[in-house]
């Protein structure tokens, strides 16, 4: 396998579930990213991490939680989430953080969905 | 505050019209400018990355240019698989904590 791939692709999921979210890289990247992407809506920066460290918080409410266990794979834990956090998924990774001219490479998403 | 602003928001042409894209930023410290292409379903795809004020870079019938104020995504002859959102991103600052803002995109549509 190759680039970045996320899984699951679609998640319904009621307001009182808990779900994580998967992300895994094969670039040998040091850094990932979790953006969130509304309808008309710019990407929205959640997290990121840079060889395993968070780096990045945006203000992101509690109930999202990132965890980095290796440079490859990335989570994001969800509990009691509000319907207005509908929306795609997308993470990322660059070969490092910070430098200059680091393209982010995306997986496909994962569709979320709250009842 | 750091801002990118992509224009038009839609774009329909006709098969073979060229057309361009427009990326303007107003941000401190420019590190880089990207373009992506986001297919429906799809996260975003790699495009071009550009550094320097008068940077071009050319894929196919893609071609994107870059000043100190905004950056170009001509498209030459275009084919309805052209047909795609476009973004166009911008990571700034001077320390080694840079942020990437992104545009809104510009949803571009091929007849054939």
């Known amino acids: 396998e190759t680039g970045v791939t996320q899984t699951p692709r679609h998640l319904v999921m009621g307001m009182t579930n808990k779900k994580s979210l998967k992300c895994e890289q094969h670039?040998?990247?040091?850094?990932m990213y979790w953006y969130k992407q509304s309808a008309k809506k710019p990407l929205e920066l959640m997290f990121v991490?840079?060889?395993?460290?968070?780096?990045e918080n945006n203000s992101v409410p509690s109930r999202f939680s990132p965890e980095c266990p290796n440079s490859s794979h990335l989570f994001l834990h969800l509990h009691t989430l509000q319907p207005e956090d509908s929306a795609l998924y997308l993470c990322?990774?660059?070969?490092?953080?910070?430098?200059?001219?680091?393209?982010?490479?995306f997986g496909d998403g994962t569709r979320l969905s709250i009842l | 505050e750091d801002q990118v602003t992509q224009s038009p928001e839609a774009l329909r042409l006709q098969e073979g019209e060229s057309s361009s894209l427009n990326c303007s930023y107003t941000?401190?410290?420019?590190?880089?400018l990207f373009w992506y292409r986001q297919d429906p379903g799809k996260g975003p795809e790699f495009l071009f990355t550009?550094?320097?004020a008068g940077e071009e870079k050319e894929k196919e019938r893609l071609k994107a240019t870059l000043t100190k104020k905004e950056s170009f995504l001509h498209i030459t002859a275009p084919k309805p698989e052209d047909s795609a959102t476009y973004l166009c991103?911008?990571?700034?600052?001077?320390?080694?904590?840079?942020?990437?803002?992104f545009g809104s995109g510009t949803r571009l549509s091929i007849r054939p």
């Open positions: 991103a911008v990571q700034a600052g001077y320390s080694s904590a840079s942020k990437i803002i």
């Open positions: 991490y840079s060889l395993e460290e968070r780096v």
């Open positions: 990322a990774s660059s070969q490092v953080y910070g430098g200059n001219n680091q393209p982010q490479h």
């Open positions: 941000v401190s410290g420019l590190r880089g």
């Open positions: 670039l040998g990247h040091n850094a």
């Open positions: 550009l550094y320097s």
